[in-house]
């Protein structure tokens, strides 16, 4: 199953995208009960802040950078990392 974050927002509004293979058995016992309790969206992310879309298969939420905590981070370091790269390395483009 594909786990795909795009980051979007800050100073210049730029969007990067990572991606990252999950083993099915993995997206569904680790990542896809996460998104049935999504972290509360901020009323307002705020001027110049990143938010982070994050899906898995058919899963979806938006999640802005101040929520971005615990197993959503550790989603996001998992896609940055992409497939077997390093952290801010693999799987990152535009």
């Known amino acids: 199953m ?8 800050g100073l210049a509004g730029m969007r ?3 991606s990252a293979q999950l083993s ?4 569904e016992q680790q990542w896809l009960p996460l ?11 705020g001027a110049d802040r990143f938010t982070y ?3 898995v298969g ?6 802005p ?7 959503w981070r550790e989603l996001v370091e998992r896609a940055r990392a992409g497939d077997g790269g390093r952290p801010g390395e693999g799987g990152s483009r535009g």
Request: without cysteine; glycine residues 8%; charged residues 25%.
């Open 35 to 45: 998104f049935r309790h999504p972290p509360g969206e901020a009323a307002d992310a």
């Open 24 to 27: 099915s058995e993995e997206a």
């Open 58 to 63: 058919p899963a979806a939420v938006t999640i």
């Open 53 to 55: 879309e994050i899906s």
């Open 16 to 18: 990067r995208t990572w």
């Open 2 to 9: 594909r786990l795909t974050v795009v980051r979007s927002g």
């Open 65 to 71: 950078e101040a929520r971005l905590t615990g197993p």
